[in-house]
């Protein structure tokens, strides 16, 4: 069974902390992804990885970082985290589009609440 | 550009039909799919349609695409309880973008 895992579910967090958030998925797919998902704004695309070591920026980069040394392993980084990074994290991976579909699988979710 | 949009709420009966509807702009989609979020989880592919083709019917599942309009939808036969979860649609498209567009999620709440 594929999977993607998320190393926490619920994360507390101060203002001006630097957070970590980490994703590891076994289906050894080349992309990977973090998203943001807030009510009523669905889930909005911050960055994303096509390789190891490279990455691009989504549509809401400002902020975060992502780091990708291992094909299996996607971090974010949140350098200072402020009390409007305050959301639901989600991370998710997917294989190359050229082989057809493209869906993308998800893990459960990291709770963030900076305070 | 691409965008996705979803109305945001839809309430029903218990054993009624539930119609979720999406519109899409970009018109290089190649796959559509519709994933289900159940409360404090992740998203769940619940099924796919690939944009040549106009209906596709997965047990109690019904996806209907009009390309012409950019309109997906997705029917559930005989709603539980248990298909209460927020629903989105996403298109993935065929000019290297490799991350799937979701829309902003409806909310499907089955009353007893």
């Known amino acids: 069974d594929v999977k993607v895992t998320q190393s926490s579910r619920y994360l507390v967090k101060r203002t001006g902390e630097k957070v970590f958030l980490e994703c590891v998925q076994d289906m050894d797919h080349e992309n990977m992804f973090w998203y943001r998902q807030d009510p009523g704004l669905g889930l909005r695309l911050i960055y994303f990885s096509y390789d190891v070591k490279m990455k691009e920026k989504g549509d809401i980069p400002e902020g975060y970082s992502v780091s990708r040394e291992k094909k299996e392993r996607f971090s974010l980084i949140l350098e200072s985290a402020s009390t409007n990074q305050t959301s639901m994290y989600l991370c998710?991976?997917?294989?190359?589009?050229?082989?057809?579909?493209?869906?993308?699988?998800f893990g459960q979710g990291t709770r963030l609440t900076v305070v | 550009g691409e965008d996705v949009e979803q109305s945001l709420f839809l309430s029903v009966r218990e054993g009624d039909s539930s119609v979720i509807n999406c519109t899409y702009t970009?018109?290089?989609?190649?796959?559509l799919y519709w994933y289900k979020q159940e409360p404090g989880a992740g998203l769940q592919l619940l099924t796919y349609?690939?944009?040549?083709?106009d209906m596709k019917q997965d047990q109690r599942l019904t996806v209907l695409l009009n390309k012409k309009d950019k309109h997906l939808s997705l029917r559930i036969a005989d709603t539980q309880t248990g298909d209460s979860a927020i629903y989105f649609c996403?298109?993935?498209?065929?000019?290297?973008?490799?991350?799937?567009?979701f829309g902003s999620g409806t909310r499907l709440q089955v009353q007893p």
């Open positions: 996403a298109e993935s498209v065929d000019t290297g973008r490799r991350a799937l567009t």
């Open positions: 349609i690939f944009s040549n083709m």
């Open positions: 998710a991976s997917n294989t190359h589009p050229g082989s057809g579909r493209t869906e993308a699988f």
């Open positions: 970009d018109s290089s989609s190649t796959y």
